[in-house]
Nanobody, 122 residues
Framework: QVHLVESGGGSVQTGGSLRLSCAVS????????AGWFRQTPGKEREGLAG????????FIAASVKGRFTISQENDMNTVYLQMNSLKPEDTGEYYC???????????????WGQGTQVTVSS
């Protein structure tokens, strides 16, 4: 059974940084993928970043490019989202997901964590 647990969320002032972690267990695949998403009230869940373990490919959404980076270690046992230069509009619930790809599940990923809240104050 695949299990994801996010951590590292919290409150920070504008311009600050946070690093989110996602502990992944039970995920076995020959082509591991993971992503970070953000949910804000009244808006669709937004894909922020993705990573593929096999070749190290990463994707960063235009809305956070230059400020956020995604990384992983230990064959995707942990996935990180480094967030710098945070803005109030970055406030939201952040979700980690794995097994991402076409037709894999809601928003393109098969397994999801419970989320961690990030609040950026001005």
């Amino acid at each position: 059974q695949v299990h994801l647990v996010e951590s590292g969320g919290g409150s920070v002032q504008t311009g600050g940084s946070l690093r989110l972690s996602c502990a992944v267990s039970g995920y076995t695949s020959s082509n591991k993928t993971a992503g970070w998403f953000r949910q804000t009230p009244g808006k669709e869940r937004e894909g922020l970043a993705g990573i593929r373990a096999g070749d190290g490919y990463t994707f960063i959404a235009a809305s956070v490019k230059g400020r956020f980076t995604i990384s992983q270690e230990n064959d995707m046992n942990t996935v990180y989202l480094q967030m710098n230069s945070l803005k109030p509009e970055d406030t939201g619930e952040y979700y980690c997901a794995t097994d991402c790809g076409a037709g894999k599940g809601p928003y393109g990923c098969g397994y999801w964590g419970q989320g961690t809240q990030v609040t950026v104050s001005s």
